[in-house]
């Protein structure tokens, strides 16, 4: 598997702030690029995918993607208490399609 | 019901046993992982099958094993476990491309080996 590193946090941010979470990965052939949030004991679910560079938006959450310096990012505008947790960046393997992932950044939103 | 179903939820084993995990999904992908995880590593692979004929070693395999019995279940043994072994285990699956759906994940088992 290909080397995927995150920030490695925690992070601490005010409710309201930016959560600006970071991404680099190795595979120059990587495609297509994943944010997962889990929290604590459950299982990793999907809150984002890009793919072209630059940025793309979702509600809150922005990922921004530079496929020349290979790096992702994902930003969580207005932080609530409810997006605390752990994020994981996962990127695809241009061979066989499966995902590396980073070791996640914990994020802790302060009421 | 779960989309990818993992059994048990929760197990306390002696060190040397045999234990089995087993995973079973309903969205029809041909592709199924095992994961492990533990505090600031994040998620290791295991073993993973693109079909029911195709198993492959992830990055940490060894003292695991794994069946794909059918298109919709993996199970992962461990034959004889040993107290590093203690994790939170995941099965997750995937579409041919993964595309912009990525991994679904079951739900997690956690194992303690004492």
């Known amino acids: 598997q290909k080397e995927v590193e995150q920030n490695s946090g925690p992070l601490s941010v005010p409710e309201g702030a930016i959560a600006s979470l970071n991404c680099t990965y190795s595979d120059r052939g990587s495609q297509s690029f994943f944010w997962y949030r889990q929290y604590s004991g459950k299982s990793p679910e999907l809150i984002m995918f890009i793919y072209s560079n630059g940025d793309k938006e979702d509600g809150r959450f922005t990922a921004q993607l530079n496929k020349a310096s290979q790096y992702v990012s994902l930003l969580i505008r207005d932080s609530q208490p409810s997006d605390s947790a752990t994020y994981l960046c996962?990127?695809?393997?241009?061979?066989?399609?499966?995902?590396?992932f980073g070791a996640g950044t914990t994020v802790t939103v302060r009421a | 019901d779960a989309d990818v179903t993992q059994t048990p939820r929760n197990r306390i084993t002696k060190t040397g046993k045999r234990i089995m995990l087993e995973c079973s999904q309903t969205k029809g992908h041909d592709r199924m992982y095992w994961y492990r995880q533990d505090p600031g590593l994040g998620l290791r692979l295991i073993y993973y099958?693109?079909?029911?004929?195709?198993?492959n070693k992830g990055e940490i395999s060894d003292g695991y094993s794994v069946s794909r019995q059918a298109q919709a279940k993996f199970s992962l043994s461990l034959e004889s476990a040993i107290p590093n072994q203690t994790a939170l285990y995941f099965c997750a699956t995937s579409d041919f491309s993964a595309s912009e759906y990525g991994y679904t994940f079951g739900s997690g088992t956690r194992l303690t080996v004492v």
């Open positions: 099958s693109f079909d029911v004929k195709d198993i």
């Open positions: 996962a990127v695809r393997e241009q061979n066989d399609y499966k995902l590396s």
